[in-house]
Structure formats: C-alpha cells, structure tokens
C-alpha cells in the first residue's frame, strides 16, 4: 500500500499530490515566487499609463484659443481663399475694373461663393421637401 512515487508518495507533506510547473503541489493557494513576481510585471504593463503628449503640459485655456484659431484660419481659408485667388488671376491678366482693389474684388467674390452655396443649400431642402 503505497510506494514512492518520486513527488512525495503517501508519506510526503504534499499528500502524494504532484507538483504543478511552478514546483508547488497542486491545489495550494499561494504561487510560487517566480509567479507571484511575473504576474505583479504583467499587471504593471498593464495599469502604466499611456506616454504623455507634449501638448498636456500646455494649459486648457490656451488649448481651447488655439484651437478655437486654427478653425477659424481653416475657415476662413476655404470661404475666401477661392475668391482671393480669382480675383489674382483676373488682376494677372488685365481683367480688373478701373479702380477695383483687391480687397474690393475679394469681398465680392466671396459674396457671390456664399450666395452661390446658400442657393445650392435651399435646391436640395427643395428637392427632399418634394419628396
């Protein structure tokens, strides 16, 4: 009734169970060292906190101007920059009216680019409407 198993066998303080891979017999609640110091790395990597941007050191308030900024430019840019560069060309090639500077042509360029998308705009509301 009971040999030696080469793990403990009866007689052994492990009750004849084998050990696990860790070298610790199974059903035993604390883990092995290296265990305990391996899972501790791997739930580390995974609560650190991402790398932090340099943008974070900047205050919010200066954040929120400078993007407020940069859509407006962006803005802007796409309303006027059409009617600017046209009014470019026409003055390139002689086609200005006598005393028509250039901020004169861009505003009404850019009129005409609003008018012209407002009325693109009220076609379609038309056009669902009539659906």
Known sequence: M????????????TGGVPPDRFGRAAGTA????????QAQVS??????????????????PLR?????????????????????VDCRQ????????YGMTMGACTRQATWEHVGRLQRQ???????IRAQ
Not at 2 to 13: D, F, Q
Not at 43 to 60: L, Q
Not at 90 to 97: C, S, V
Not at 121 to 127: N, V
């Open 121 to 127: 705009f009220d076609d379609i509301a038309r056009a």
């Open 90 to 97: 026409r003055r390139d090639a002689g086609l200005m009216f």
């Open 2 to 13: 009971g040999g030696s198993k080469g793990w403990g066998g009866w007689g052994h303080p």
């Open 64 to 84: 929120v101007l400078v993007r407020t900024a940069v859509m407006a430019a962006l803005l802007a840019g796409v309303t006027i920059g059409p009617g600017y």
């Open 43 to 60: 739930y580390r990597s995974v609560r650190e906190a991402p790398a932090e941007k340099p943008i974070s050191y900047v205050p919010w």
């Open 30 to 37: 604390r883990p092995a060292p290296e265990a305990r110091a």
